[in-house]
């Protein structure tokens, strides 16, 4: 089966930087996804990682270890346009031949100001 | 980049009447479009996976008969929610494999009364 865990919520101070923490077990790994998603709209793309390290993308940054099943998502510079939820998504092989992503809980990120 | 168009983005259908949702990707072929169903401060859930041209796949407890999905050409796929219920009451978005990822259409906020 898959499992994938990210915190509930989190929250930040404008300027500063924050990680967001996913553990997964998956049946088969081909690839993490970090999306981010304003209320009532749809996810939009921040990142892709299928081999192990650190993927740096201007003020977001995704890590990945495949041996430890755990990515993060580290943003900085905080703006409060950040303040939305941070999905992370792995595609699994082993589910289905479309290889079907499955979604963590989401992880809301509050940025104060 | 790759544009999935969603219609309509909100809708309120009263109880026991069916509603279509429709899924276009726009310049880029489709060949498989994922279904899912987000309720508040909850992860997207996958409820079928549809490839142009024949039947869709439906998740375990989705009920297909009440969840049409058609994928007659690779730019649209539709979604219809026939005899609608309240607890149908969701978030209903669309993906497909295309640009950076999976691009998601703009989600439809379906209520039923």
């Known amino acids: 089966g898959q499992n994938i865990d990210q915190p509930t919520e989190m929250t930040a101070t404008e300027g500063a930087i924050v990680q967001i923490n996913c553990t997964y077990q998956t049946s088969g790994f081909n690839g993490l996804f970090w999306y981010q998603q304003h209320a009532g709209e749809a996810p939009t793309f921040l990142s892709y990682?299928?081999?192990?390290g650190l993927e740096e993308k201007g003020r977001f940054s995704s890590f990945l270890s495949r041996s430890k099943g755990y990515s993060y998502l580290l943003l900085k510079e905080l703006q409060m346009k950040d303040s939305a939820s941070y999905l992370c998504a792995v595609r699994d092989p082993q589910r289905g031949g479309s290889y079907i992503p499955t979604f963590g809980r989401g992880t809301s990120l509050i940025v104060h100001p | 980049g790759a544009v999935v168009s969603q219609h309509p983005s909100r809708v309120i259908c009263k109880s026991g009447t069916s509603v279509k949702i429709e899924c276009r990707s726009l310049d880029f072929q489709a060949t498989t479009m994922f279904w899912y169903r987000q309720f508040p401060k909850q992860s997207l859930m996958l409820m079928a996976t549809?490839?142009?041209?024949?039947?869709?796949?439906?998740e375990q407890g989705v009920e297909k008969d009440k969840f049409l999905i058609n994928h007659a050409s690779l730019t649209l796929s539709t979604l219809t929610v026939t005899s609608a219920h309240p607890e149908d009451s969701s978030f209903y978005i669309c993906?497909?494999?295309?640009?950076?990822?999976?691009?998601f259409g703009s989600g439809t906020r379906l209520t039923v009364v």
């Open positions: 990682n299928v081999l192990d």
């Open positions: 549809s490839n142009e041209g024949s039947k869709a796949t439906y």
């Open positions: 993906s497909a494999t295309g640009g950076s990822g999976y691009t």
